[in-house]
Nanobody, 126 residues
Framework: QVQLVESGGGLVQPGGSLKLSCAAS????????MAWYRQAPGNQREMVAT???????KYADSVKGRFTISIDIEKNTATLQMNSLKPEDTAVYYC????????????????????WGQGTQVTVSS
């Protein structure tokens, strides 16, 4: 029963900043990787940024130098700091988590599934 909850979306003017947060919960013992994806109307969902629990990051070319992903392993939370926002950044942003182990009833087992949040809308417009 892993759940991911995103927050921080909203309306911002071009050139502005926004910070998204993704909190994972539900018997999580350890996380391998968390990531942010986005999907604009009529487009496919695309990877924005990923981060492992060890701090290794990857970014889409379109956001390099503008977005920063981070992870708090104690809180199972990933954040996405978005600066210099452009209208083309407008999309629903989804959090994804690749979890190593989940625990329930005193037993921990490998988690084989990816988990997704419900998404948070980011709109960049004047």
């Amino acid at each position: 029963q892993v759940q991911l909850v995103e927050s921080g979306g909203g309306l911002v003017q071009p050139g502005g900043s926004l910070k998204l947060s993704c909190a994972a919960s539900g018997g999580i013992l350890s996380i391998y990787e968390m990531a942010w994806y986005r999907q604009a109307p009529g487009n496919q969902r695309e990877m924005v940024a990923t981060i492992t629990s060890g701090g290794s990051t990857k970014y889409a070319d379109s956001v390099k130098g503008r977005f920063t992903i981070s992870i708090d392993i104690e809180k199972n939370t990933a954040t996405l700091q978005m600066n210099s926002l452009k209208p083309e950044d407008t999309a629903v942003y989804y959090c994804n988590a690749d979890i190593n182990f989940v625990c329930s009833g005193g037993a921990c087992v490998p988690d084989e599934e990816d988990h997704w949040g419900q998404g948070t809308q980011v709109t960049v417009s004047s």
